[in-house]
């Protein structure tokens, strides 16, 4: 692999971090801030911390999509399909957590395979943006 490749994935997975922590900031602000509201005489130290903690998914939701771009890119792929790779798995992910979510719902047949293609389709938005903004 080039030394372009790797900047051009460097740069990528620089963008994809920086957009994961600003999206879960937002997310613990908002969580600050509704606490606040709902329990005005908690402190905001607890509520902070309390946020910080809920709003981690939004961090470690990104990690995967993240780790295959890395893998990826260090098996010679162009980050432009890594980043497909990436989207993809987080298409499979997000089918796989509705296939969850259905069995701990107790869901059977059109049920849970409505739960697992619902979830996949937020996936599926992602890949059609990408095709659009690109």
Do not use: C, N
Not at 22 to 39: D, I, K, M, P, W
Not at 99 to 114: N, P, Q
């Amino acid at each position: 692999m080039t030394s372009s490749h790797e900047a051009q994935a460097y740069r990528v997975l620089v963008a994809a971090g920086v957009t994961l922590v600003v999206y879960y900031l937002a997310h613990v602000f908002t969580g600050v801030e509704s606490a606040r509201l709902a329990h005005p005489m908690e402190t905001f130290l607890r509520d902070l911390r309390k946020s910080t903690r809920h709003e981690s998914s939004v961090l470690l939701g990104g990690l995967p999509a993240m780790l295959v771009v890395v893998v990826a890119v260090l098996f010679g792929v162009s980050t432009s399909v890594a980043v497909d790779l990436a989207l993809w798995t987080t298409v499979g992910l997000l089918g796989l957590l509705g296939w969850f979510v259905g069995r701990a719902s107790r869901a059977t047949g059109w049920r849970l395979a409505a739960e697992v293609v619902g979830a996949a389709l937020f996936g599926m938005i992602l890949v059609v943006l990408k095709s659009v903004l690109h």
